[in-house]
DNA sequence: GCATGAATTGAAAACGATTTGGCTAACGAG
DNA sequence: CTCGTTAGCCAAATCGTTTTCAATTCATGC
C-alpha cells in the first residue's frame, strides 16, 4: 500500500495525508482523526527509504561495537533499546575495525557518508582519539561514553571512574591495606588511566608510594584476574587486598586467592567495578563482593537520550555528564591481617 | 557528491557511472577502472538510502535481541559482524517485546512492511512460535538460531541440544550417578525442551525414572543456579552430580556445592552448557568444567552466512543445519562417591 | 561498400515519500 | 457587497539512485 493509493482511497491528495500522519498543522483535526484511523485499518505504513531520501533523516542510530564480544555490550544496548524503542530509532550495530588501523577511520568516513545513521555513539576513547576528531570534522553527531581530552567539542558521558577508584582504593588503605595491587583495563582507554589516577591519588595522599609491579593491565576477563592475581600474590611482598577492574577479573582474582589457599576478604581483600548484569551479581558471590557500582544498561539508556538531543540540535558542548559511583561494601573487604 | 555531479566531471553519463561501480557487465573493461578510481579519487559514494529505495533491498539483516541483555548476545552479534562487514550488510538490532504481547507480532508486521531489513535471525523458538508463521506469511527471509516445530518452512541453525545433554548425563551415569539433576533454561523454548528430552533419554535407557524434584529451570543466571543447586543439595535425597544449562549457572552451582562444605567433582560432579565466552571459560574454573561445547560466535557468523543465503534466493527448506556439540571432561566430573 | 550484430553508452522513467508554492472556499470586517 | 485573511487542500517538483529502452559506434562478413 504505497501513499497515492492509500490517499486515492481516503479521496484526499498525497500531500495531506503525508501531512495529516507527519502533524503538521494545516491540516483540519477531523481529517487528521480520520487518516490516522484509516491508516491504521488499511494497514498503510510510510516506506522508510523512501522517507529517508526524501528526509535526509536516517532514522537510525549507530553503536560501535567492539569485536572482542565484550560482555558489556549487550547489556548496554537493551538499555539503548528501552528509549530508542518508543522513539521508533533504530539501532545499528558498528562492527569495529582495527582501532589503530586506517580501516577504521575509512569505516567512520564511509558511515557518515552513507548517511546510515544520524547519530554515533562510541565507547572508551582513548585522550587524543583520532576518531573524535573525525566523527567532529565530518559533522556528524556523536556521543562519547567514556572522555577524551581531545581539544574538539564532543558529547559524553561517563562515569567517575577515578573518584570511585579512588574511594575504593581509600576504603582499603582505611582497613590497614599498604600493598594493594590493581588490576585495569587495557592500555590506552581514558577510562583505564582515570583508574589508575584515582589508585595513585588515594596512595599518595596516605603517602605511599604505588608500586608498579603491583599495577597489571589487560580485558577484562576471568582468566587475566586469575594470572595477574597469582602473579601479584606469589610475590615475595605479595598485596593484602586487590582492586579489580570488573566482575570478570574479580571471578579470576577469587580463584587465585582460594587456589592459594587463602580467604577472600580474610587474607586478601578484594574489590572490583561491577557495571550491574542481570546474570551475575557482585551480592551473590561468596564471599559477597564489594564493589564499584554503576548501572551499564543505565547508561545505555541515558546515552541514546543524549544523542536523540544532538540530533535534535542541542549543542555537543551542552552534554557532558560525569556519574557518579556507588561503593558497596560487603564481605571481600576486611582489615589487614597482620 | 552526486551520481549527476560524479558524472559529468567523469564525462559520462549517470548511466555508465552506476553500471561501472555495479558491476554490469555491459560497460567496457576500461571506463569501469577509470570510474572505480575516479570514485576512491574524488570520493564519490552513492547515497545508500536511494540505492535502497530504488532497489528495495535494504542492505541490513535484523537480529532480534531480547530486552533482558542476555551475555550471549554480544558474542553472536560479533560472530555475524565477521561475515557481514566484508558483504557491506548492516546488522540492525530488533529489541524484543513481550513475546506473549500482540505487540510483538505488530512489531514484526511493522518491521517487514518498512523494509529496513532484508532478513531476520531469531533466536530461542518455542516449539509452536507464532513469530514464525507471521515472518513467514509476511513473506521476509528469516533464520531461525534453534528450532521450531511448526509447520511452516523455515531456515534454520541450530545445536544439538538433545544429544548435547544425553551425552552429558549418560556420562554421568557411567561414572556411576544415578540422582542426576538438571538446570535448564525458561521454559517454552524449544532448545529447553530438547534438553529435558536428552536427559530424559538417557536416564530412560538406564532405567532410571526422571525425579520431577530434580528438574528445574528458569533464567541462565548465577543467581538461579546457585539457588537450584542449593535446594537440590539440601534435599534428604541429595542428587549426586548437576547438568546446568550455561556457565552462569554453573557459577552458581559451583558456589552452592562449595557453600555446603561439598566439592566439586569429588562429591558432586557437574557438567555444564558453554558457549565459549573469552571472558569465561570452563577450562580456567577451579575445578574446571567439564562441559558440551558449541561456539556462539562461529553459529552468529553461519547464521549470518545463511541469512545472506536466503536473501540471495536459497529456499528455507534447503537450510536447516544440526551443529553436534562437543562433550569435553574435564575435572568437575568423577566418579559417584558412596 | 554495406548490412549485421556485438559492444558501449545515454535519456528518461521509475522508486515512494516530503514539501514548496499555489489554489479555493469560507469568514469577518469595512 | 467587496476585499483581505485564513483554513484546508492539492499539483508538481524533488531526493539520488537504478534500469528499461533506444541510440550510437565499431568491427566483421559478404
Known amino acids: 500500500m504505497k501513499l497515492k493509493e492509500f490517499a486515492k482511497q481516503l479521496g484526499l491528495s498525497p500531500t495531506t495525508v503525508s501531512r495529516a500522519l507527519s502533524g503538521y498543522p494545516e491540516v483540519s483535526e477531523i481529517t487528521r482523526a480520520r487518516v490516522a484511523e484509516e491508516a491504521v485499518r488499511l494497514g498503510y505504513r510510510p516506506n522508510v527509504n523512501a522517507v529517508r531520501l526524501k528526509t535526509g533523516r536516517a532514522g537510525a542510530i549507530g553503536v560501535v561495537m567492539g569485536r572482542a564480544g565484550e560482555f558489556h555490550f549487550a547489556e548496554f544496548m537493551a538499555g539503548m533499546a528501552e528509549r530508542l524503542v518508543p522513539e521508533d530509532t533504530d539501532i545499528l550495530v558498528i562492527p569495529m575495525a582495527d582501532p589503530d588501523d586506517d580501516k577504521e577511520m575509512e569505516l567512520y568516513r564511509r558511515l557518515v557518508e552513507s548517511q546510515r545513521v544520524d547519530a554515533i555513539i562510541m565507547h572508551s576513547p582513548r585522550p587524543d582519539d583520532a576518531r573524535i576528531a573525525l566523527l567532529h570534522a565530518l559533522g556528524m553527531p556523536f556521543l562519547v561514553h567514556g572522555r577524551s581530552d581531545i581539544d574538539v567539542p564532543h558529547a559524553w558521558l561517563d562515569i567517575d571512574n577515578e573518584g570511585a577508584v579512588r574511594r575504593a582504593t581509600a576504603h ?3 582497613l590497614g591495606h599498604t600493598r594493594i595491587a590493581m588490576i585495569n583495563g587495557r592500555p ?3 577510562y583505564a588511566l582515570h583508574r589508575e589516577t584515582g589508585y595513585r591519588s588515594a596512595l599518595v595522599s596516605r603517602g605511599i608510594a604505588a608500586d608498579p609491579g603491583l599495577i597489571a593491565s589487560g580485558n577484562f576477563t576471568d582468566e587475566l584476574g586469575f594470572r595477574f592475581a597469582r602473579a ?7 598485596p593484602t587486598a586487590i582492586v579489580a577492574g570488573s566482575m570478570m577479573s574479580a571471578l ?19 574489590i572490583a567495578h561491577d557495571d550491574v548484569f542481570p546474570y551475575l551479581s557482585a551480592d551473590n558471590m561468596a564471599p559477597s563482593l564489594s564493589a564499584t557500582r554503576s548501572s551499564m544498561r ?3 539508556t541515558r546515552c541514546a537520550d543524549l544523542a536523540l538531543q544532538l540530533i535534535r540540535g542541542v549543542s555537543p558542548l551542552e552534554i557532558q555528564e560525569v556519574w557518579p559511583v556507588e561503593l558497596i561494601l560487603r564481605e571481600s573487604t576486611g582489615p589487614v591481617r597482620r
Chains 1, 2 share one sequence.
Do not use: H, I, K, W
Request: net charge negative; hydrophobic share 45%.
Open 172 to 174: 582499603l588503605l582505611d
Open 232 to 238: 601479584f600474590l606469589e610475590r615475595s611482598d605479595p
Open 252 to 270: 579470576g582474582v577469587y580463584r587465585a586467592v582460594r587456589s592459594l589457599g587463602l580467604q577472600v576478604g580474610v587474607d586478601v581483600s578484594v
Open 298 to 300: 543505565a547508561a545505555g
Open 188 to 190: 590506552g582507554a581514558t
